[in-house]
């Protein structure tokens, strides 16, 4: 989210209209609201006492409302926790470790940045067993989503080789989708074979 997106939030979740929030900042004039809507629209960038002002009054942060600096601690916090409010991707802890899940119960669960982990899991995995190198790796995340194929197929899903049809969780342990051990050997296997199936096909067209 950007200040002034940030900044609409906060607002509405203090239940607050922009005239009533430009009240409470002292704007002057009758366009108290105008002034907020600026802020709101990002026409208009906040100095640093307005943000700390705009915090006083949400009754939060000024790290919350502004654009978070992910180069410290406070600011990685704050991008995470901006990161649960628009996509329900929150803290959890899993056989003792902490680590982040995708709440399937949260409002904004959305189906296509399940995948997106999961495909990014997938390429993960296949650095842990060696499959690909750490140069591999590193240029599937920078060129992310051009080598977005390397960890999908075409219908951007993740197949079971038996089946043909979307590998299905083996339980869900706290709102978090476990897949087997199995399954996910399946699902490496068949990228390796269409993987194979492409260098075949790039060697042909020469």
């Known amino acids: 989210m950007s200040t002034g997106e940030r900044i609409r939030f906060f607002r509405r979740r203090k239940g607050l209209t922009q005239a009533e929030l430009g009240e409470e900042m002292s704007f002057a004039g009758k366009s108290t ?3 907020v809507a600026q802020y709101e629209w990002n026409r208009r960038e906040p100095r640093k006492d307005v943000i700390e002002q705009f915090a006083e009054i949400f009754d939060v942060a000024p790290e919350a409302i502004q654009n978070p600096d992910i180069d410290t601690k406070i600011g990685l916090m704050h991008t995470l926790f901006q990161i649960e409010d628009l996509y329900g991707l929150t803290v959890t802890v899993l056989d003792g470790y902490i680590c982040l899940k ?5 409002p904004k669960y959305n189906k296509e940045v399940a995948d997106d982990l999961r495909a990014w899991y997938v390429m993960k995995n296949k650095l842990t067993t060696g499959s690909i190198s750490k140069d591999e790796y590193d240029e599937w995340r920078y060129k992310y989503p051009m080598l977005r194929g390397d960890a ?5 899903y993740y197949y079971n080789l038996d089946s043909g049809a979307q590998a299905k969780p083996m339980e869900v342990r706290d709102n978090t989708a476990i897949y087997s051990e199995d399954d996910l050997l399946k699902i490496l296997q068949l990228y390796k074979e269409q993987q194979q199936v492409g260098t075949t096909r790039n060697n042909n067209s020469y």
């Open 152 to 156: 999908e197929n075409k219908d951007g």
């Open 102 to 106: 995708q709440d399937i119960n949260h």
């Open 33 to 35: 609201n105008v002034r």
